[in-house]
């Protein structure tokens, strides 16, 4: 690509800038929805720049829009903002000082990234073919889901392509996880009340027992995934939740079940949701009991576009080496990405961010998880050279 060289210096220029704007960020995390103080030093970083539309869609995302000199599409660049409820347990300088809350997914590093390509791109605007939008998202970690919202408000309109990247510490730093086809699973959940009817426990026959009839429930649930499903497809059920009884004395009246399901097929999804209400429904009614379901949709899977997912490939092949090019399988986590690939042809790109040799092997989600810095600068590259890829 034309400009690799040129982007390289200034990249080299802002990459530990790139850190100390992770670090900061991780210090003072904030929870989806609440990321007040994170969206205002992201504002007003970007307006630092110069040459940004800088907006807020909604009350805690940003976006800024970079038009190019030269003619052309468009492209929107992703990074989520929010943190998890988890009290982190590392002991860097630079740990969260807000108690029970924690940047253990990476955003911190997501949105430290994004900054450091919307910092050079602005020194590379004449040189742009196209309009490049920066896209800082809220409330990835919570469903509906901040990127559904912000799709909403109109901010995807009139987009080409739209590209995200996301740390892994699972894959070590210098590997980049490229992905055809889905690439994350539909996460869909599930809540499910069994009434029966309460009563001493010492005669179990006078009532309707709701925890045996649940347990009869949770066992058949499995067998969707064992004896339901086409072995060649794709499916998780997990009951997570499973709350009845407040005495040892007492057959309750209810018991609550909850869980989630996992799947890339939205025929899958689809079978797999009424194959639940199929089973609480014959279960209950054959021990005289009743049932309530709440089933709600969450997010989808992310579908990477084979058109734009090559010309990321080719692009890492170029920028950073063949060797960093690692062929990804799918997995069953989810990711709210796939609101934005569902409305533009799209690619969700992983950067390998884990190192055995330093201890930092936690995964997603964990009080001791922790990327490789290094890796912000392998992602960094990468966004400051998508525009020249994808828009050329």
């Keep these: 690509m034309l400009e690799t060289k040129i982007g390289e210096s200034l990249v080299q220029k802002v990459k ?9 960020l991780h210090q003072y995390p904030e929870l989806s929805f609440q990321e ?9 970083t970007l307006q630092s720049f110069g040459s940004l539309e800088v907006s807020r869609p909604t009350k805690t995302s940003v976006t800024a829009r970079l038009v190019g000199a030269l003619p052309g599409k468009s492209l ?12 982190e347990e590392n002991e860097f300088d630079f740990a969260s000082k807000h108690p029970g809350v924690m940047h253990a997914c990476g955003h911190d590093g997501h949105t430290a990234m994004l900054l450091g390509a919307a910092k050079v791109l602005t020194e590379l605007q004449e040189h742009i073919q196209g309009e490049v939008l920066f896209i800082f998202q809220h409330a990835e970690e919570l469903q509906p889901g ?3 919202e912000m799709v909403e408000v109109g901010v995807m309109d009139g987009i080409d392509k739209v590209i995200g990247l996301h740390l892994f510490s699972p894959v070590p730093v210098g590997q980049i996880g490229i992905t055809y ?13 069994i009434k029966g009817q309460g009563g001493h426990a010492s005669q179990p026959e006078a009532g309707i027992d709701p ?8 066992n058949n649930l499995q067998h969707i995934v064992s004896r339901s499903l086409d072995p060649a ?21 209810t018991v609550n079940l909850g869980g989630t399901v996992r799947s890339f097929s939205q025929d899958v999804r689809e079978q797999t949701r009424a194959k639940i209400e199929s089973i609480v429904k014959g279960v209950t009614e054959a021990h005289g009991a009743s049932y309530e379901i709440d089933y709600q949709w969450g997010y989808s899977s992310v579908m990477n576009d084979s058109e734009v997912t090559q010309e990321v490939e080719d692009m890492v092949t170029e920028v950073l080496g063949s060797d960093y090019v690692l062929q990804a399988p799918p997995q069953m986590g989810s990711e709210d990405f796939s609101a934005f690939s569902q409305q533009t042809p799209g690619c969700f790109i992983g950067v390998g961010a884990g190192n055995e040799d330093k201890g930092m092997v936690h995964p997603h989600h964990h009080p ?25």
Aim: glycine letters at 6%; aromatic letters at 8%; proline letters at 4%.
């Design 368 to 392: 001791r998880f922790t990327i490789d810095e290094d890796a912000l600068e392998d992602g960094l590259k990468i966004l400051v050279n998508a525009p020249f890829k994808l828009l050329d």
């Design 233 to 253: 497809e794709k499916l998780v059920v997990s009951v997570t939740k499973f709350h009845g009884g407040t005495a040892y004395n007492v057959i309750p009246e």
């Design 36 to 44: 007040e103080e994170t969206s205002q030093f992201v504002y007003e």
């Design 211 to 218: 925890i045996a009839i649940g347990s009869q429930v949770l």
């Design 181 to 193: 086809g889905p690439m994350t699973a539909n996460c869909d959940t599930f809540d499910i009340q």
């Design 146 to 148: 901040g990127a559904q």
């Design 76 to 87: 929107a660049m992703r990074a989520d903002m929010d943190a998890l409820p988890i009290e």
């Design 16 to 24: 530990d800038q790139v850190v100390e704007w992770r670090r900061f």
